[in-house]
T-cell receptor
Framework: SAVISQKPSRDICQRGTSLTIQCQVD?????MFWYRQQPGQSLTLIAT?????????ESGFVIDKFPISRPNLTFSTLTVSNMSPEDSSIYLC?????????????FGPGTRLTVL | AQSVAQPEDQVNVAEGNPLTVKCTYS??????LFWYVQYPNRGLQFLLK??????LVKGSYGFEAEFNKSQTSFHLKKPSALVSDSALYFC????????????FGTGTQLKVEL
């Protein structure tokens, strides 16, 4: 299984500012995923990040609000831009155990974001 | 479109009793189904998956799940619950013909009491 780390683990930010979340994996992976888990709710996929190409965003999420970088096969960042209190959530990075769609996904510990 | 339903927000069970956490799904083709567990202040941990073959799959920590195609269900089970099983459980589905998107249910809080 992949070991995934995220930085920061938590942060408290002011409205209107931006926060960049880092995700590091201990092995090379093709696809990385970013999820949001709002308080008391399920996980929602924000985007899929492939190395060497632009991220693919899900309905309701846009690149201007959640820009993603994927500079290599072990690292990705998600930026939450121009934050509002509605962005307060846990943000999770995830990778697939293998290239096939039957593989499970592993998740990082999450970044708990509070926007005041 | 793929979707997952977990009809129970919370399940309470006494330690030593069997537990069941329910999940139903909707996909256009044959599903790939997963169960995850989330302990407080921790990330999601993979428990088990169904891809094909035997309808009863076994996973981590003594958990198992039964795939029922006619009822489009994938209920999580454990013969004897432990207090340490208390956590938030998520069912998830992936449509093999729909890329690699994993869709999660709303989660079920399991509380195991002495």
């Amino acid at each position: 299984s992949a070991v995934i780390s995220q930085k920061p683990s938590r942060d408290i930010c002011q409205r209107g500012t931006s926060l960049t979340i880092q995700c590091q994996v201990d092995s090379q992976v093709t696809m990385m995923f970013w999820y949001r888990q709002q308080p008391g709710q399920s996980l929602t996929l924000i985007a899929t990040a492939n190395q060497g190409s632009e991220a693919t965003y899900e309905s309701g999420f846009v690149i201007d609000k959640f820009p993603i970088s994927r500079p290599n096969l072990t690292f990705s960042t998600l930026t939450v831009s121009n934050m509002s209190p509605e962005d307060s959530s846990i943000y999770l990075c995830s990778v697939m155990a293998g290239p096939s769609s039957y593989n499970e996904q592993f998740f990082g510990p999450g970044t708990r974001l509070t926007v005041l | 479109a793929q979707s997952v339903a977990q009809p129970e927000d919370q399940v309470n069970v006494a330690e030593g009793n069997p537990l069941t956490v329910k999940c139903t799904y909707s996909v256009s083709g044959n599903p790939y189904l997963f169960w995850y567990v989330q302990y407080p202040n921790r990330g999601l941990q993979f428990l088990l998956k169904y891809i094909t073959g035997d309808n009863l799959v076994k996973g981590s920590y003594g958990f198992e799940a039964e795939f029922n195609k006619s009822q489009t269900s994938f209920h999580l089970k454990k013969p004897s619950a432990l207090v340490s099983d208390s956590a938030l459980y998520f069912c998830a589905v992936r449509d093999p013909g729909g890329g690699n998107k994993l869709t999660f249910g709303t989660g079920t809080q399991l509380k195991v009491e002495l």
